[in-house]
């Protein structure tokens, strides 16, 4: 599946990957090499987190509830050293006593309850190691192969009466041709032949260069049998993909505008009839709508979007409608929030639905009359590299509320929230972090140089942090610029704090989670202020005797990246610098990464030929010529999102200038997966604290312990 409009609008470029960025596979599939289960890795007793306990992370995703709230079901992700990656299968618990076990022998992922929890569909491989759908039995233990699929499912729903199970799948088309080839003489070794691109939307992060085809949504029998293809056309059909009033009517979001691959931030509410495959188009403002789901009774449809205004970030609001789309009326219109992941209450006079408030992740219950009240909080993501907010909830017929829960000291682990009370289900990483000290994370504030404005940061001490002592300290800067850091896990905080130095992280100005307009400050003027909302935390943290002055470091990724490399052209205050696959001139990014259509449209309103002046005095490389500061410079080499010729610009001006630096090359790595096979992460942390090491002047410059 392609992203999604929404999930583009908050993720088009910088450190975070939008939902859906895989066509070859869902989420969490496990690959086919690593089909068959490893035995966990023994790990050597440490007293602090160490590079090695990377390989042995756990975390809980995609939390799945039962309708009854006796049963969760969700996919465990667990470090294999042996195939530098992650085991992902489908585990159970039991919501009253916490006893969990697998579902299956084997990796599988996307677990999906029927509607009367008596079976769970999931994804898994078959023998081919082509993923497939397949349905588990809870009362007889036994599993069927419902599909025989030549690309992945995706988008996963079960029809109301249990019958049938819809999914989104890609179908393949030729292409587009220009000439005729000659015919190749048989026996003949020629040349891969010419590729005709003729789309706009022709490759994306994490992807590359995109097959040519589509997404479409079809139907099967949940007892197996050929599956039947409702929505055919050239349009991407089945984000948010959901069954309507009866089981009639399937609902999904998709853009079928005249010129749809240009406007990408663009998308309607359909419903697609599972009868003839008739569609109707049930809204029709201009914005993003989506994530569309029917009300119990099948009298009203909730979903989440916004008016597009062309401004850079906009509140996703909770809205809802009748089936036919009359009706339209807005449930989060007091919450200055952006929110997702809407979920009927059983009685159909409530949606639950997730937001971010100053970095926390919380689900509240919004009542049709407007009033809304949060029921969990302390949701958790995948991430486990960065502490990004994020996470993801599951409610039961009961109002109970399964989600994934997290801590600074804690990856995702399972958790439940009923009767008020919230209870951590599974310790999935008690057993590895066992005996170590972990660095402490606590929330500070500060009021911004610039302008006063207040801003949020969080500090991680080293382990054995002594009072009164002055550490070396990372600023460590978030990407996105529109995310928002969190008070959760990060590996890469641990080890920095593990080698002796103290960490600082932020949302600065344009970070979401404290409402549009804080996000909106650096429309048009991005980096600016956020600059100047940085060094207030530096100086902050000087300030309270805990960092060291004299030994301060900077790093960070994506949107991180390019504040890196903005702050070394404006201060020559830290020792060294890290800039992570960096926008460094928004000329060449607009035009090479691939949001191209759209990023620097809502950014800076301007293409490179309509402002240049605007777009140069923006871009870290016009004050390359300021730079002092030793500075790496770190990309993937399938970066398409910030593309490679980005970090090797910034290289080559620092070359020139002779200002000591170096490039590290990711090999197979995406944007988002810089970080993603652990030893590519270990291999980086361990490049960026030796240099560091290299600049840092305290007693303990080998960048190990306190």
């Not at 000291?409 to 999935?428: F, I, M, Q, S, Y």
Request: overall charge negative.
């Amino acid at each position: 599946m392609r992203p999604t409009p929404i999930a583009l609008s908050a993720a088009l470029l910088l450190g975070i990957a939008a939902p859906g960025l895989t066509q070859s596979a869902p989420a969490g599939l496990p690959s086919p090499q690593a089909a068959a289960p490893t035995a966990p890795q023994a790990v050597a007793v440490s007293p602090t987190f160490g590079p090695r306990d990377i390989f042995a992370l756990e975390q809980a995703t995609d939390v799945q509830i039962s309708p009854d709230g006796k049963r969760i079901a969700y996919v465990r992700s667990s470090g294999d050293i042996m195939t530098d990656g992650a085991r992902r299968t489908v585990w159970l618990v039991d919501v009253a006593t916490g006893s969990q076990s697998p579902l299956l022998d084997g990796p599988a992922s996307c677990p999906r309850w029927s509607p009367d929890g008596g079976r769970v569909a999931y994804v898994a491989a078959d023998a081919s190691g082509k993923p497939q759908l397949f349905v588990h039995w809870l009362a007889t233990g036994r599993n069927a192969r419902v599909t025989g699929l030549p690309d992945a499912p995706s988008a996963m729903a079960w029809s109301p009466d249990g019958s049938r199970i819809a999914f989104a799948m890609f179908v393949p088309d030729d292409g587009a041709k220009l000439g005729s080839p000659l015919a190749k003489p048989e026996g003949a070794k020629w040349a891969e032949p010419i590729k005709f691109i003729d789309k706009v939307l022709y490759r994306a992060d994490g992807e590359g260069y995109l097959k040519p085809g589509f997404d479409h949504i079809f139907v099967v029998s949940a007892d197996g049998g050929a599956p039947r293809q409702l929505t055919s056309g050239k349009f991407d059909d089945g984000d948010g993909l959901s069954w309507g009033a009866g089981g009639r009517t399937i609902l999904f979001s998709s853009n079928h505008g005249k010129d749809w691959e240009r406007d990408v931030l663009e998308s309607e509410v359909f419903a697609v009839s599972v009868t003839d495959g008739t569609l109707t188009q049930l809204t029709h403002r201009v914005g993003p709508d989506g994530e569309p789901a029917a009300s119990p009774d099948g009298r009203l449809i909730v979903y989440v979007g916004f008016d597009d205004k062309l401004r850079a970030y906009e509140n996703a609001r909770l809205t809802v409608m009748n089936a036919d789309g009359s009706g339209v009326r807005v449930l989060s219109g007091d919450l200055d929030r952006s929110v997702a992941n809407p979920r009927w209450a059983a009685d159909g006079r409530s949606v639950f639905a997730q937001f971010d408030d100053h970095g926390v992740t919380k689900v509240a219950r919004f009542g049709l009359d407007g009033r809304m009240s949060v029921v969990a909080e302390g949701l958790a993501g995948s991430d486990l590299d960065r502490p990004y907010s994020g996470g993801m909830f599951s409610v039961a017929k009961t109002g109970a509320v399964a989600f994934t829960l997290g801590d600074p000291t804690h990856p995702a682990d399972v958790g439940v929230a009923a009767g008020g009370k919230v209870r951590r289900l599974t310790h999935l990483n008690d057993d590895l972090f066992y005996g170590k000290a972990m660095g402490a994370v606590t929330k500070h504030g500060v009021a911004s140089a610039a302008d006063g404005l207040a801003i949020d940061y969080w500090q991680v001490l080293p382990p054995n942090y002594v009072a009164g002592r002055k550490y070396p300290t990372i600023l460590e800067i978030h990407g996105g610029p529109y995310a928002a850091y969190a008070p959760v896990w990060s590996s890469d905080d641990q080890l920095y704090a593990a080698a002796g130095y103290v960490v600082v992280y932020a949302n600065p100005r344009g970070s979401t989670s404290q409402g549009a307009d804080f996000a909106d400050k650096i429309w048009k003027d991005y980096p600016s202020h956020d600059y100047d909302d940085l060094m207030s935390v530096v100086d902050d943290a000087v300030a309270r005797g805990v960092a060291d002055p004299a030994n301060l470091f900077v790093t960070g990724g994506s949107g991180g990246g390019l504040l890196t490399a903005w702050i070394v052209g404006k201060t020559g205050r830290f020792k060294a610098a890290v800039t992570q696959k960096p926008v460094i001139n928004w000329a060449s990014e607009g035009l090479t990464t691939d949001g191209y259509t759209d990023m620097l449209k809502y950014w800076f309103g301007a293409q490179p030929w309509e402002n240049p002046d605007l777009l140069w005095a923006h871009s870290p490389l016009s004050l390359a010529g300021h730079v002092t500061t030793p500075t790496l410079v770190v990309v993937g080499e399938e970066d398409h999102r910030t593309p490679g010729s980005e970090a090797e610009q910034f290289y080559a001006a620092l070359q020139i200038r002779g200002v000591p630096t170096g490039l590290i090359q990711v090999p197979g790595a995406s944007h988002h997966g810089l970080a993603e096979r652990p030893s590519q992460l270990t291999a980086e942390n361990a490049a960026i604290l030796a240099w560091f090491g290299r600049y840092r002047t305290d007693k303990v410059a080998s960048g190990v312990g306190n």
